[in-house]
């Protein structure tokens, strides 16, 4: 029989002619196995019958490396992509509208990022609440403060929570300041932190 790069055979049990692949045969069963196949009997007609069994092995499997795992890939900085990139801020699907008069801020969103993260983003883009429409692209959310409700978004994104410094608050002030828009943020949200 004639080699082939595809097929590598080898005779488990000799009787005809040796070779690569069997000999050129008809009348011959053949059952497969995954990529290999099992070929025994059969012949060439009034010439011989051969009794042997061949393992075939069909290599078609494709000569490309597949990349290991990436190690130590931190979900976080994936997500936090989502927010900070241009290609990722496209994907956005929502647009929450935070804030009253000049203080208001939009903020492009992922709808599945908030359900997963958030039970009341949850309940109202995949619950009984016409945000859950699949035609709502924004929504308003009027009581919150922008500053304090960035901070909680960027929190569902990353689970980190960014608290910026501002110089001209005590560190007494500062504490409580943030405690408290934070918590009333968090919970208007129904983030537990």
Same mark, same amino acid.
């Given at each position: 029989? &004639?080699?082939?790069?595809?097929? *590598?055979?080898?005779?488990?049990?000799?009787?005809?002619?040796?070779?690569?692949?069997?000999?050129? *045969?008809?009348?011959? +069963?053949?059952?497969?196995?995954? +990529?290999?196949?099992?070929? =025994?009997?059969?012949?060439?007609?009034?010439?011989?019958?051969?009794?042997?069994?061949?393992?075939?092995?069909?290599?078609?499997?494709?000569?490309? !490396?597949?990349?290991? !795992?990436?190690?130590? $890939?931190?979900?976080?900085?994936?997500?936090?992509?989502? &927010?900070?990139? %241009?290609?990722? /801020?496209?994907?956005?699907?929502?647009?929450?509208?935070?804030?009253?008069?000049?203080?208001?801020?939009?903020?492009?969103?992922?709808?599945?990022?908030?359900? #997963?993260?958030?039970?009341?983003?949850? !309940? /109202?883009?995949? $619950?009984?609440? &016409?945000?859950?429409?699949?035609?709502? &692209?924004?929504?308003?959310?009027?009581?919150?403060?922008?500053?304090?409700? %960035?901070?909680?978004?960027?929190?569902?994104? +990353?689970?980190?929570?960014?608290?910026?410094?501002?110089?001209?608050? +005590?560190? %007494?002030?500062?504490? =409580?300041?943030?405690?408290?828009?934070?918590? #009333?943020? !968090? *919970?208007?949200?129904?983030?537990?932190?």
């Amino acid at each position: 029989g &004639r080699a082939s790069p595809l097929v *590598r055979g080898r005779q488990v049990m000799p009787s005809g002619p040796g070779g690569a692949v069997p000999q050129e *045969r008809n009348g011959f +069963t053949m059952v497969s196995v995954g +990529t290999k196949f099992v070929i =025994f009997g059969g012949g060439v007609y009034k010439e011989a019958y051969y009794n042997d069994i061949w393992s075939l092995d069909l290599h078609l499997k494709p000569d490309v !490396a597949i990349p290991a !795992a990436v190690q130590g $890939g931190d979900l976080g900085a994936d997500f936090a992509w989502l &927010r900070e990139s %241009e290609e990722g /801020l496209s994907l956005a699907d929502l647009t929450l509208d935070v804030g009253e008069g000049d203080s208001r801020r939009n903020f492009p969103a992922h709808r599945v990022v908030l359900c #997963a993260r958030s039970d009341y983003f949850r !309940a /109202l883009l995949a $619950g009984g609440f &016409r945000e859950a429409s699949g035609n709502c &692209r924004s929504v308003a959310l009027p009581d919150l403060d922008p500053a304090s409700f %960035e901070l909680v978004l960027t929190y569902l994104y +990353t689970g980190r929570l960014l608290v910026p410094e501002p110089a001209a608050l +005590t560190e %007494e002030d500062l504490a =409580f300041t943030e405690d408290q828009e934070l918590l #009333a943020a !968090a *919970r208007s949200c129904d983030v537990e932190v």
